[in-house]
């Protein structure tokens, strides 16, 4: 099955600092979605990344995928305290007759100091 | 549109029990999933529908059964809840493979 790796697992920075975080595949990679989840609440969707080279951006953050080396980035510029929480990658996989379904990372913890 | 919900938003059951975990979406969305999350772990995928009668297993699908009777509804069922089974539930539909999935807020489950 397909298994995605985030990394950090964890991130605190100072409000107005830049942060990547990446989100690497041990499968091929069909479709990329970003998440953010804030403590005790559900998923907001971010992004979705489908072709190699595709870049998005929202507000600020911008998410990129390189198909090649199976990863996305997710890149917050200038930080802010509404930014905190947890940010989640998921992948399509295909199961079985012909779906594809989402599996995700475990996650990563960012916290933005004011 | 109401989008995707869940309920009940909190249950606590005694170890043996059973229940049935609610979940509804309003757009018309012919995929249709359920998730745990657990701290550490992420997002695991317990079972999935890619239309009505039609249903699967995921990466957990033990202890939990699902039907999709309508294209609108997809239950979870806890045949005999274990403490294991304690997590946050999600519920969530997208319209087809590359489309947006959309979560419902979630149901966080305590088994005693």
């Known amino acids: 099955s397909q298994e995605l790796e985030q990394s950090p697992q964890s991130l605190i920075v100072q409000e107005g600092k830049n942060l990547t975080i990446n989100c690497t595949s041990s499968k091929t990679l069909y479709g990329l979605y970003w998440y953010k989840q804030k403590y005790g609440e559900g998923l907001i969707f971010l992004m979705m990344l489908q072709k190699g080279g595709e870049e998005k951006s929202h507000e600020k953050i911008t998410a990129k995928l390189d198909e090649k080396k199976q990863q996305s980035s997710l890149h917050i510029t200038a930080s802010q305290p509404s930014h905190a929480g947890i940010y989640l990658c998921g992948a399509l996989s295909p199961k079985g007759a012909g779906s594809y379904q989402l599996t995700f990372g475990k996650g990563t913890k960012l916290s933005v100091i004011p | 549109n109401a989008g995707v919900t869940q309920t009940p938003k909190f249950q606590v059951l005694k170890t043996g029990q059973s229940m049935t975990l609610q979940c509804a979406q309003d757009?018309?969305?012919?995929?249709m999933s359920w998730y745990r999350q657990d701290p550490g772990m992420g997002l695991r995928l317990i079972h999935y529908s890619v239309g009505a009668g039609i249903t699967d297993q995921g990466e957990v699908p033990n202890g939990y059964n699902v039907s999709r009777s309508t294209t609108e509804d997809f239950p979870l069922r806890l045949l005999s809840a274990a403490p294991s089974q304690t997590s946050v539930y999600f519920c969530?539909?997208?319209?087809?493979?590359?489309?947006?999935?959309?979560f419902g807020p979630g149901t966080r489950l305590t088994v005693l």
């Open positions: 969530a539909s997208r319209r087809g493979t590359g489309d947006t999935q959309y």
């Open positions: 757009m018309n969305h012919e995929y």
